[in-house]
């Protein structure tokens, strides 16, 4: 079989997986489901799935992945109402929050959970089976979802930031780890039900606490060049 016909093959079964996958999720739930029921469902035996897949860590991963194209989608029109690098990462983040807290079991699995395995090998395998849901990204865009570590795609993306004098280069690290945590501690707060948040105040809450951390580190001098109106940060 050559090299084509071999990735043809590889998407159609990957697809029939992630499908099963799909549907077994809607109806049990994230946590709740097993290899031999993914298989049953696609009308394979479980020895076909791991032909495929690691284990069931990582196709529940690829699975849910699905639930992230709505995320990758509304990041460019989020971002585009930025008029500086700081903007566009304040709105980056609020996209990633609005989408993050409607489906926390989703992006805890994705980016808190221990996968066994690279994340960052997964997310390649991922797009490399499904590359046409990164065609109409821009470059920017890819280059922030293509790195699974939020903090580490967030100090990437805000380098610019500190070329253009908003920042300093010690801060980023900084700024960019807090963010992160702020967020992880949040989902992983509601996910434990130590707090009872609606998932909108809980993104809510998570924004202002972002904004707030974000703005701190932002040079005086240069604050009030940053505008971040949104109703993330009302009331």
């Known amino acids: 079989m050559n090299k084509k ?16 996958a799909s549907d077994l999720i809607e109806e049990k739930g994230l946590h709740s489901i097993t290899i031999r029921e993914i298989a049953d469902r696609a009308g394979y035996t479980s020895s076909t ?22 995320y990758f989608k509304e990041l460019p029109i989020y971002m585009e109402k930025g008029r500086n690098t700081i903007e566009k990462w ?29 994340p960052e090998e997964l997310m390649q395998n991922y797009y490399k089976v499904y590359a046409h849901e990164m065609i109409n990204l821009s470059e920017s865009v890819q280059s922030i ?4 570590n939020i903090s580490t795609r967030s100090s990437l993306y805000i380098q610019q930031a500190k070329e253009d004098g908003f920042i300093k280069e010690e801060d980023i690290e900084y700024i960019a780890g807090t963010t992160m ?7 992983t707060t509601m996910l434990n039900l130590r707090k009872t948040y609606a998932k909108e105040e ?22 009030d060049q940053v505008v971040y109106d949104s109703d993330m940060l009302k009331d």
Not at 5 to 20: G, S, V
Not at 214 to 222: A, G, Q, R, S
Request: charged letters at 20%; aromatic letters at 20%; hydrophobic letters at 40%.
């Open 202 to 223: 809980a993104a809510k809450r998570t924004m202002h606490y972002i904004y707030k951390s974000i703005m701190y580190t932002v040079l005086p001098e240069k604050r």
């Open 181 to 187: 945590l702020i967020w992880n501690g949040m989902l």
């Open 49 to 70: 799935v791991y032909n495929y897949f690691q284990d069931l860590s990582h196709l529940k991963f690829f699975a849910v992945m699905r639930y992230t194209n709505s």
């Open 90 to 118: 304040l709105y980056g983040w609020e996209c990633f929050c609005k989408h993050s807290f409607e489906y926390p079991e989703v992006y805890s699995l994705l980016y808190i959970e221990s996968l066994g395995s690279i």
């Open 5 to 20: 016909r071999k990735e043809i093959q590889t998407a159609r079964m990957w697809r029939y997986f992630l499908d099963a």
């Open 145 to 148: 979802i293509s790195h699974h």
